[in-house]
Antibody, heavy 124, light 107 residues
């Protein structure tokens, strides 16, 4: 059973870069056809899809964050990562990593499973 | 982007009662809708996919219905562990979007 575990600093200063890593266990990040995903939840608010990296290494980002987001994959460590640059207080959120399968049209399927969230606070 | 509007924001019910949650899309999304459950301190988990299919291990008291723009999640008889926040999510149009959530709380 695949499990995901996010990790990274809980506090980031404004204008710096937020970096989080998701470690995948119980399965190889290189096997199968999946989209390795980052989603965030602002305090007291709903969920926002950030982006994902496909099994081929192709990345897709939310247009509102595209200029600041990089998602990458380290197959040797069975991990994928999120970098969000030039952060502000508006980036304070719980960040989740998740996996999505591929549907019959080659697009992403549903997000399952999810890792435990990582609270990241942007503050000086 | 497709906007998903969930109602009500909060549902106050007692164990054993029936819960009916709504999710309305800003345009037709066929049946490309999922429901997730989020319990305090836990990550969201997939409940229902493709509008009406229960995910693996989900009890039969959870059911989903709808197509186009109007969707419903029904919990036939609330168990204590069902008091949580529920989100809908669409994947019909890119980017995928989520509703703001409905909190099912104990009355």
């Amino acid at each position: 059973q695949v499990q995901l575990q996010g990790s990274g600093p809980g506090l980031v200063k404004p204008s710096q870069t937020l970096s989080l890593t998701c470690t995948v266990s119980g399965g190889s990040i290189s096997s199968g056809t999946y989209f390795w995903t980052w989603i965030r939840q602002h305090p007291g608010k709903g969920l926002q899809w950030i982006g994902y990296i496909s099994w081929t290494g192709t990345t897709y980002y939310d247009p509102s964050l595209k200029s600041r987001v990089t998602i990458s994959m380290d197959r040797s460590k069975n991990q994928f990562s999120l970098r969000l640059s030039s952060v502000t207080a508006a980036d304070t959120a719980v960040y989740y990593c998740a996996r999505a399968g591929v549907d019959s049209n080659g697009g992403h399927n549903w997000f399952d499973p999810w890792g435990q969230g990582s609270l990241v606070t942007v503050s000086s | 982007d497709i906007v998903l509007t969930q109602s009500p924001a909060t549902l106050s019910l007692s164990p054993g009662e029936r819960a009916t949650l709504s999710c309305r899309a800003s345009q037709s999304i066929s049946t490309y809708l999922a429901w997730y459950q989020e319990k305090p301190g836990q990550a969201p988990s997939l409940l229902i996919y493709d509008a009406s299919n229960r995910a693996t291990g989900i009890p039969a008291r959870f059911s989903g219905s709808g197509s186009g723009t109007d969707f419903t999640l029904t919990i036939s008889s609330l168990e204590p562990e069902d008091f949580a926040v529920y989100y809908c999510q669409q994947r019909s149009n890119w980017p995928p979007t989520f509703g703001q959530g409905t909190t099912v709380e104990i009355k």
